[in-house]
């Protein structure tokens, strides 16, 4: 193939945009992929080295989650040149020359990513009138505060239940990574009962076997303390993957699990609040010891339900209504069909995912 055409496929993208302004700077691509459930949604990501083919892998990730997400939303992605920590007047300067560079550009709905937070998405609301993750005080719904993804997480063990004799109520939890999906997950699931008997942070990790006060954990954490700080801590933070447990949650970075580390892990599930938390030889072992992975697209979609709900003017009821619906019914429909069909979950994600971008594909007539 011409190899100007070299990401194109029978899914998209529909449109790969350049866009170039040299009186501010500006250089950036943006990748609308498959629009044919709806307007894509995607983030800005800023950074030193940014390049159209990550912009494309991104944005066709996209086109996956929120189909497996369940939402009339395509994919997209926007990536501009630029070191994420520059002045904040030449950065605002910046992202309101590309909101206005893709004004016409009606399909992409820009949402935060590397480099940008809600404030660079109420420059270009401010612009051009879309934008979603916005601050609240423009009807942006905070993901973070409320614990979307981690609230989600816990709506997808809950469904998984049904697949495996591992039940919340009384479950031992080890989280990794205690951030905004992390604490949540643990407040979400010790309210339903179960027990949080690991967590870990950068600088180190806390366990005890008859369980940690989570509201203790969280409040030590917001003083700005490490865990390792906390009674029962230590420095060695990849400790917790060698804490017995029932429910291993990754919450903190991607490539955590791999072929090297996974036999450590003693847990029945892997819960991944993480992107791309165990590479695809870590997740196959765990598959073939019986270990159930809950598969990280559908199982942290929290944050993109909430974005559209966001778009869609919803408030925060109705995030969290529409996360728990939506979190409920895809991880019981992969699970069934990864049952069904006797493939790992992952495997029936994408097949899900992609079966519904087709159906939708099939109904159009052209972009
Ligand atoms: P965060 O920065 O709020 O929290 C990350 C936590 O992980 C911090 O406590 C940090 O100290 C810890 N950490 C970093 N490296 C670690 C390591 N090697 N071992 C143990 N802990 C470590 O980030 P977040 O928003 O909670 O996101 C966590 C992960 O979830 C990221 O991979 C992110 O891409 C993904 N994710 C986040 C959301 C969301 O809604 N925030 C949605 C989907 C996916």
């Keep these: 193939m011409n190899s100007d055409f070299r990401f194109l496929d029978d899914l998209g993208p529909a449109k790969i945009i350049q866009i170039y302004e040299p009186a501010v700077g500006l250089k950036a691509f943006v990748v609308v992929d ?13 950074g030193p080295d940014v390049t159209a083919e990550e912009c494309f892998r991104l944005a066709r990730a996209m086109t996956f989650k929120n189909a497996a997400a369940g939402l009339s939303h395509g994919g997209g992605k926007a990536v501009l040149v630029g070191d994420p920590t520059m002045p904040a007047g030449d950065k605002e300067r910046l992202i309101r020359a590309f909101a206005s560079a893709i004004r016409d550009l009606k399909d992409y709905v820009v949402g935060p990513d590397m480099g940008t937070n809600e404030r660079c998405m109420a420059w270009i609301h401010d612009e051009i009138g879309r934008a979603v993750g916005l601050p609240a005080v423009l009807g942006g719904i905070p993901l973070d505060e409320i614990g979307a993804t981690g609230y989600g ?10 697949f495996c004799d591992i039940r919340i109520e009384g479950a031992r939890v080890a989280v990794q990574g205690f951030g905004a999906v992390g604490k949540h997950a643990a407040r979400f699931l010790a309210e339903r009962g179960a027990i949080l ?17 989570v509201q203790a954990v969280i409040g030590h954490k917001a003083k700005g303390e490490s865990l390792a700080s906390l009674p029962g801590g230590n420095a060695d933070r990849d400790a917790i993957l060698d804490v017995p447990c029932d429910i291993w949650i ?3 970075r991607p490539d955590v699990l791999t072929e090297d580390n996974v036999g450590r892990l003693k847990a029945r599930m892997v819960a991944e609040g993480a992107n791309i938390p165990a590479t695809p030889g870590a997740e196959a072992a765990l598959h073939a010891r019986g270990v159930l992975v809950l598969p990280d697209f559908i199982a942290n979609a929290g944050g993109v339900i909430c974005a559209s709900v966001e778009y869609h003017g919803g408030n925060r009821t109705m995030a969290l209504q529409s996360i728990h619906e939506k979190l409920s019914d895809n991880t019981r429909a992969v699970l069934q069909h990864a049952r069904d069909a006797g493939t790992p979950p992952r495997e029936a994600a994408i097949e899900i995912a992609e079966a519904r971008v087709r159906q939708a594909t099939a109904l159009r007539r052209w972009g």
């Design 34 to 46: 498959n629009i044919a459930a709806g307007p894509a949604i995607g983030g800005l990501r800023i």
């Design 197 to 213: 008997v690991a967590a870990s942070d950068s600088h180190g990790m806390v366990s005890a076997s008859d369980g940690l006060d």
């Design 250 to 252: 990754p919450a903190a």
């Design 153 to 162: 997480l816990t709506a997808a063990i809950e469904a998984a239940q049904d």
